[in-house]
């Protein structure tokens, strides 16, 4: 089993930054790529970005520009950086790991083998 814990959620004001990270543990040996979902209240869940073990990575259009996502391979984690968050970034956001090596499948729901927790993540305007 692959287990996904994440951090660095918490509440931020509009045009602020927050950092989040998922420290993947367990058969890690299982996964290839990682990312990040989010989920608002009576949404969807949605991709917002995912990278490969080689770091090539894709992003939701709603975050470009203004969001990073990371890996460290040795530590097994992954961060997604965002900067000039915005109200309509509030959600519950999701650690993904999937084990389709090809970036782009990371951003069907389906393709994803394990999810973490979650983090809640709220932006005053």
């Known amino acids: 089993q692959v287990q996904l814990v994440e951090s660095g959620g918490g509440l931020v004001q509009a045009g602020g930054s927050l950092r989040l990270s998922c420290a993947a543990s367990?058969?890690?040996?299982?996964?290839?790529?990682m990312g990040w979902y989010r989920q608002a209240p009576g949404k969807q869940r949605e991709l917002v970005a995912a990278v490969s073990r080689a770091g090539s990575t894709i992003y939701a259009d709603s975050v470009k520009g203004r969001t990073i996502m990371s890996r460290d391979n040795a530590k097994n984690t992954v961060f997604l950086q965002m900067n000039s968050l915005k109200p309509e970034d509030t959600a519950v956001y999701y650690c993904?790991?999937?084990?389709?090596?090809?970036?782009?499948?990371?951003?069907?729901?389906?393709?994803?083998?394990?999810w973490g927790q979650g983090t809640q993540v709220t932006v005053s305007s």
């Open positions: 993904a790991a999937g084990r389709i090596p090809m970036v782009q499948a990371m951003g069907i729901s389906t393709n994803v083998a394990y």
């Open positions: 367990g058969s890690i040996f299982r996964i290839s790529d």
